[in-house]
């Protein structure tokens, strides 16, 4: 059996042999030869293998180095090389694009390059594709959707040299472009609208982070200033909306409600969950706009790239003050206007309770008496209020089973206290405070995020309170959601057979200084939910005793009365005992109060996003193989140290404003502040000295456009990726991208004369939409692409790009390219997403994608980006096209080849209603009787069109036009609809 000895003797064994890689191995009687020795009385079975010893003696006695170093190895590194600058200068040059060898002219430089390699491979590159085949490859690559007959009409008539740039510059500014990218960068970044896991519970305002997106696009918002708002836009860019709406990146992927809600306080199952939330953030981040892997660096110092465990956790520490929660955003100065006037009325409300409570205390004889009866009266009511029965959890075999509930007021209300109310049920009438919790605590939240105790009894076991209801005195603090927290369980059942344990309430009780507070939902861990037992009656237990009629409630009403008679009588007898300033202090307080509170109703409420919340952050350690119960040394934040010139460890950090959160204390003493931690993690990505960064975007871009990338691996530029095919033209459109117009010298001076593309393209500007126009005006790109045997002998999965690649659409851009076609598409931008499935709220959230009705809904005709993507139960057609899975970051789309594809296009609901649809259109565009010479051939004309961009051949036109007549008009729309013309892109 491998014990945890021998496990570190094996580690500390290849630590030393990584460490000793370059030098030969250690002789007999070194620390690795020890290492791989047998400990006295290990069996031949156990971890140290004889023969593995007998391979290190040989290998130390040759003087063999390590084959991982060796240089052919050390190609894996080349992500992490600076790219190339000029001697005695700071920006970046791009590598000199290849001499012309031909006599053709070619301006794009990024023909030079390909151009180079095919001459090297002996590859023979195809001629351009046809004029069509073009315009519907570009407009499906920019804008996702089909080009009209009208705009390939358009482009066949236009015979000026610069017809092609005219087409690709009108697709770059329309909006349907930031729709079609978007699309990419939200399956690297893994967004969905619920949070996944079992309880894969809505995220309702998860959308405005994917309209951020569609419109930083179109914006063409400069790339380093899109990294730095998706990580840090609110400490950034305080004073732009898009500054809190960007970090929804961050806090984009699936997120544990049981693991960061339902789990107790201080548990390791607890701390597992937040540390691989952590880890989510982490890997989201660097993979995302660096294409590194850290996530192996986790458990031990990454085996394959120069990543060590210390910059792994420093990333963790620059994430540890995250807190997801939905943020208001909007103007800036209606979010500060509303926070300020919050602040006072707040102000206000304390200063209220505070002169009302000195009040309470001036006293006479008569306010004394009045109090004593005050007081007796609630008892009594609470005794009559109490029913027999609440809410009651599962049960458990074991006492420490950890249960909670949680009440939810709608909305903030200053309570005076909360209240317990024990249960003592009718099929256990003996038994007075059944289920109360021997350990238990009690938490308040103003927000459903950031939660507070105000009642501790976890430390030691609670007296039974039996009727008596227990009271936490609240001090008018502003509460919305209360948390009981049962951490040890009432034993329902002792004696014969095995014990159990349970946790119930018969009532939960908020008051305010005006009343009882109603409570208007309630949510639990578990629930029995079945007869008298349920969290309705814990949110009004009195009613529903009352509607039991056990004929114990009688005299309420007339208790109620005589209260609300003695309060009345009791202010009247304090009001003489005030001093007029006081209530003079009092009626100015009330009145400023309730003139406040009406500027916030007439004020609307701003709207609200999923994204980044800051708290106090966790104190961060290097964790021994990744085991939270290994904790090691604390580091503070930080990010790779592997990048030449830039700093790995961010130190003391600078405040980032008044409601700024530090984290714990950091080696050293320092205590960074948790936004400033996120500010410099933006600002290292998106360094111009980071080379990760700009090969990552234009690799991404690349593989869109050709379906792969220089790099194959977009997430993995390390020695476990993909090696680049091109890496000259690779470093060339990094450093193009990255060159800003105060740069543009610099840039240039890497190009000969001759090589210079246009002021149009150079410098890059960190553009998309100039990388874009740089890629699909070269010739690369339109290359056509039929097949060449000899090319394919030497090339035959064409790396070298000698020809087109075909590519199939992606699920979304079919659905799209359909609901054109059939003309139902509705281009409505922005907002929350159409559902196409039967929600239901329950215990854990049902979605149901069988409701095939909403398939017809005219509102989930939108584009498919803004549909509701939920985690846990996909939509079944898209899923069977090899839709992205949300819960992973997806850089390549998968492309499979299934008998359910055909089954799904041919029959799903979906496609039968687009194609019915389709045959309308096609009725209205070409009208007249069908039965009539000639009008089905030209709706079959007007379909091939539509459909494939271009006309049918005569024998087309006849055999579709046949085809109709026999099964309809849509049969043969549903036809067109199933060619791998249509699906594929030539």
């Known amino acids: 059996m491998r014990t945890a000895a021998s496990a570190a003797v094996a580690l500390g064994a290849l630590a030393a042999l990584a460490a000793s890689a370059d030098r030969p191995a250690g002789p007999p009687g070194s620390a690795v030869w020890w290492a791989f020795r047998p400990l006295p009385g290990m069996t031949q079975t156990s971890l140290h293998d004889p023969e593995a010893a007998r391979l290190l003696d040989r290998r130390g006695s040759s003087g063999r180095r390590d084959p991982q170093r060796s240089p052919a190895n050390r190609r894996a590194s080349r992500p992490i090389q600076p790219l190339r600058k000029p001697p005695g200068q700071s920006g970046f040059r791009a590598p000199r694009a290849p001499r012309e060898n031909t006599r053709t002219p070619l301006p794009n430089p990024i023909d030079r390059f390909i151009d180079a390699t095919l001459r090297m491979k002996g590859l023979t590159p195809n001629g351009l594709a046809d004029r069509r085949t073009l315009i519907r490859r570009v ?28 087409v690709v510059d009108r697709l770059l500014a329309s909006p349907r472009y930031g729709e079609r990218w978007a699309r990419h960068w939200l399956d690297v970044v893994h967004y969905a609208d619920t949070h996944g896991y079992d309880k894969d519970k809505r995220r309702d305002n998860a959308w405005p982070y994917r309209d951020y997106v569609i419109r930083s696009l179109n914006q063409d918002k400069p790339w380093s200033r ?179 509930v949680q009440a939810d007021l709608g909305r903030q209300a200053r309570l005076e206290s909360i209240t317990l109310v024990p249960a003592r049920p009718t099929d256990f009438p003996d038994t007075p ?42 001090g008018g603090d502003p509460v919305r959601f209360i948390r009981v927290t049962a951490l040890r ?20 009780q908020a008051r305010s200084p005006a009343g009882m507070v109603p409570v208007v939902a309630v949510t639990a861990m578990d629930s029995i939910e079945a007869g008298r037992w349920s969290t309705r009656f814990l949110a009004d237990g009195f009613d529903s005793r009352r509607a039991l009629g056990d004929g114990q409630t009688g005299n309420t009403p007339a208790l109620e009365e005589q209260l609300a008679a003695l309060r009345a009588t009791r202010a009247r007898a304090a009001e003489g005992l005030t001093p007029p300033e006081a209530r003079a202090e009092r009626e100015r307080v009330s ?39 290994q904790p090691g040394e604390r580091v503070g934040p930080g990010a790779l140290s592997c990048i030449p010139g830039l700093r790995a460890d961010f130190g003391p950090l600078p405040s980032t404003g008044p409601s700024a959160v530090s984290h714990p204390a950091a080696p050293g003493g320092a205590r960074p502040d948790e936004g400033a931690a996120r500010a410099a993690l933006a600002e290292w990505i998106a360094s111009p000295r980071n080379p990760l ?47 800003m117009d105060g740069e543009r010298g610099t840039a240039r001076r890497g190009l000969p004369a001759s090589s210079r593309p246009p002021a149009a393209i150079l410098p890059l500007n960190q553009s998309l939409k100039r990388l874009h126009r740089l890629i699909v005006t070269s010739k690369a790109y339109r290359r056509s692409s039929r097949d060449n045997p000899a090319n394919s002998r030497l090339d035959a999965d064409n790396r070298f790009l000698w020809r087109a690649n075909r590519q199939r659409l992606d699920a979304e851009s079919l659905r ?68 992205a899975d949300p819960n992973i970051s997806t850089p390549v789309r998968s492309t499979t080849l299934t008998a359910l594809q055909a089954l799904a296009l041919l029959n799903d609901p979906f496609m039968l209603d687009q194609a019915g649809r389709f045959a309308q259109r096609l009725e209205r565009q070409v009208a007249g009787d069908s039965s009539r010479p000639g009008v089905v051939e030209r709706r079959v004309e007007a379909a091939f069109q539509l459909a494939l961009c271009r006309p049918p051949s005569p024998s087309e036109r006849a055999s579709v036009a046949d085809y109709a007549r026999r099964h309809s008009l849509a049969a043969a729309c549903r036809l067109l609809l199933n060619t791998n013309e249509f699906a594929f892109i030539d």
């Open 139 to 166: 407009t499906h690559d920019l804008t996702g959707l089909p080009p009209t007959p009208e705009e390939v009409e358009a482009f066949l008539k236009d015979r000026s040299p610069d017809a092609w740039e005219k």
């Open 693 to 739: 960064t700009w090969r990552s975007v234009v690799n991404r871009v690349w593989h869109c456009h050709f379906g792969r990338g220089i790099v194959e691996t977009p997430n993995d530029f390390g020695r476990m990726g993909s090696l680049p095919t091109h890496p000259e033209l690779l470093d060339w459109l990094a450093a193009s991208f990255l060159t």
């Open 226 to 404: 899109f990294v730095k708002e998706q990580i840090a836009g609110d400490v950034l860019y305080p004073d732009d909306p898009d500054g809190i709406v960007a970090t929804g990146f961050v806090v984009a992927g699936p997120w544990d409600f049981v693991g960061h809600v339902e789990l107790a306080e201080g548990t390791v199952e607890k701390a597992k969950t937040r540390s691989l939330d952590r880890d989510d953030m982490v890997q989201n981040a660097i993979s995302a706009f660096c294409s590194v892997t850290v996530g192996c660096a986790r458990c031990h110092d990454h085996k394959f790239d120069p990543i060590p465990m210390r910059d792994y956790y420093r990333l963790q520490a620059v994430f540890a003050g995250v807190q997801r929660a939905d943020r208001p955003y909007g103007d800036p100065r209606l979010i500060r206007w509303r926070a300020q006037t919050e602040s006072r009325r707040d102000a206000l409300r304390v200063r209220l309770t505070a002169l009302e409570k000195n009040l309470e205390s001036l006293r006479n004889p008569e306010v004394d008496a009045l109090d004593r009866e005050i007081e007796a009266i609630r008892a009594q009511l609470a005794r009559a209020e109490s029913p027999s029965n609440g809410w009651h959890s599962a049960i458990e075999p074991r006492p420490d089973a950890a249960k909670w």
């Open 591 to 629: 009145a400023d109060l309730a003139r406040i509170e009406e500027e916030l109703r007439a004020q609307p409420a701003p709207p609200k996003v999923y994204a980044v919340a800051p708290r106090e952050p966790h104190a961060i350690h290097i964790l021994s193989r990744g085991d939270v119960e």
């Open 433 to 474: 405070g059944f289920g109360f919790p021997v350990r238990f605590r009690v938490d308040v939240s103003t927000d459903g995020v950031a939660w507070r105790i105000v009642e501790d009894r976890s430390a030691a076991d609670f007296p039974n309170p039996g009727d008596t209801p227990h009271r936490i005195a609240m």
């Open 816 to 883: 799209d390219a359909v609901l054109s076609v059939s003309g139902s598409l509705d281009l409505a931008m922005g907002g929350p997403g159409f559902e196409l499935f039967r929600f239901k709220d329950d215990h854990s959230p049902v979605y149901d994608h069988a409701d095939l009705e909403k398939a017809r809904d005219p509102r989930g005709f939108r584009r498919t980006i803004y549909r509701f993507v939920v985690r846990s139960v996909p939509n079944p057609f898209l899923e069977c096209l090899d839709c």
């Open 489 to 508: 369980l009432w034993p329902r059942r002792a004696g014969d057979g095995p014990p159990d344990y349970v946790f119930a309430l018969a009532e939960l």
